[in-house]
């Protein structure tokens, strides 16, 4: 039986809250030395039969045949397909988590998007950030979703026309889009190109999701113009000032695959957008807490294993 709405967006939306409140904002991911630090330090917290520890450890693909199993945010992924690391319109980011592995469908779709959007977005090739682990999962650090191969990362910097060292790729920082005040985009980065990249992903019939920032959603829903269809696909999300995050329906006769509803067919530009903006906004200006000494902090959940996963995920995980 399909999960509801809630099951999927609950645990991203959270997730991201948090990044949106506390991270700085000139950063668009940690670097490599900061993800390494974060790795180690929730390594070394995690029981050796912990699911992050389990698919956020492993360094290759179970070869088998391809299948998305479970839901967006709680499966894996079997017969996954790397993303090569430079193709002549994509460059792939922070190699050292060994994060461009996907369904193939999912690489062929990224494949497609990056070699049209020169001509048809004016956009000159993708940097592309988080797809997925090498067999899914939960993820040692980062994202609640990517977990079954079928999201993907795209940042909203274009690519250089030049290949960007191993350096850069590692620390380099994508462009933040939002503006100071998370109301509306910055004018001085954001441009019709950005519109014309995430239109030309959200037409695309495999798309079921694109979430942006809901800044970032206030200037597609201005800028849309009378050709509006593609904007209900694109749904306001916390965090996503970065980069664009493109979600695909599951593949076609994947038993194990658990779809996300279909968003409503309305533009996603009236109460639903002021609602994030009011949220976002107010996350964004809370004044910080300040500590009582009072009661006991809340321990953190307990880490899912093998057992919170759908059965097929064992065999994902012992594969050779």
């Known amino acids: 039986m399909p999960r509801p709405l809630a099951a999927f967006v609950a ?12 991270a700085p904002a000139v950063r668009a991911q940690q670097t490599q030395n900061e993800e390494a630090e974060r790795r180690a330090k929730v390594l070394s917290l995690l029981p050796n039969n912990a699911a ?4 956020g450890t492993t360094s290759g693909p179970a070869r088998m045949e391809a299948r998305a199993i479970g839901s967006y945010a709680r499966g894996c992924l079997a017969g996954a397909t790397a993303l090569p690391v430079d193709g002549e319109t994509w460059q792939v980011m922070r190699l050292s988590r060994n994060r461009n592995w996907g369904h193939p469908d999912l690489i062929r779709l990224v494949e497609s998007i990056a070699k ?12 592309v950030g988080d797809i997925s682990q090498p067999r899914g999962g ?5 994202h609640a979703s990517h977990q079954v191969g079928l999201d993907a990362d795209i940042w909203l910097t274009p ?3 030049r290949t960007l060292s191993r350096e850069e790729r590692e620390n380099m920082s994508a462009t933040n889009v939002a503006r100071s005040d998370w109301m509306d985009v910055d004018p001085a980065v954001y441009t019709k190109k950005h519109l014309a990249l995430i239109r030309l992903a959200a037409r695309e019939k495999a798309v079921t999701r694109i979430f942006v920032n809901p800044a970032i959603k206030v200037a597609l829903c201005r800028d849309a113009g009378a050709d509006r269809d ?11 000032n970065y980069h664009f995050h493109i979600r695909v329906a599951c593949p076609a006769g994947d038993a194990t695959c658990t779809d996300q509803p279909l968003p409503a067919d309305e533009d996603g530009c009236g109460s639903e957008l002021q609602t994030w903006l009011k949220k976002q906004y107010a996350a964004m200006h809370r004044p910080k807490r300040q ?12 880490p899912w294993t093998l057992d919170d996963l759908p059965d097929e995920c064992r065999s994902v995980a012992v594969a050779r």
Not at 11 to 22: D, E, F, K, N, Q
Not at 138 to 142: D, V
């Open 11 to 22: 645990p991203i939306a959270l997730g991201l809250g948090l990044i949106v409140a506390t």
């Open 52 to 55: 992050k520890r389990i698919f």
């Open 116 to 127: 049209r959007a020169p001509k048809e977005a004016g956009w000159p090739g993708l940097l």
């Open 138 to 142: 939960p993820m040692l650090t980062g």
């Open 159 to 161: 690519m250089p026309a």
């Open 230 to 240: 593609w904007l209900s696909k694109v749904r306001p999300m916390w965090g996503h």
């Open 291 to 302: 500590g009582t000494g009072k009661g006991k902090p809340k321990p953190p959940p307990r």
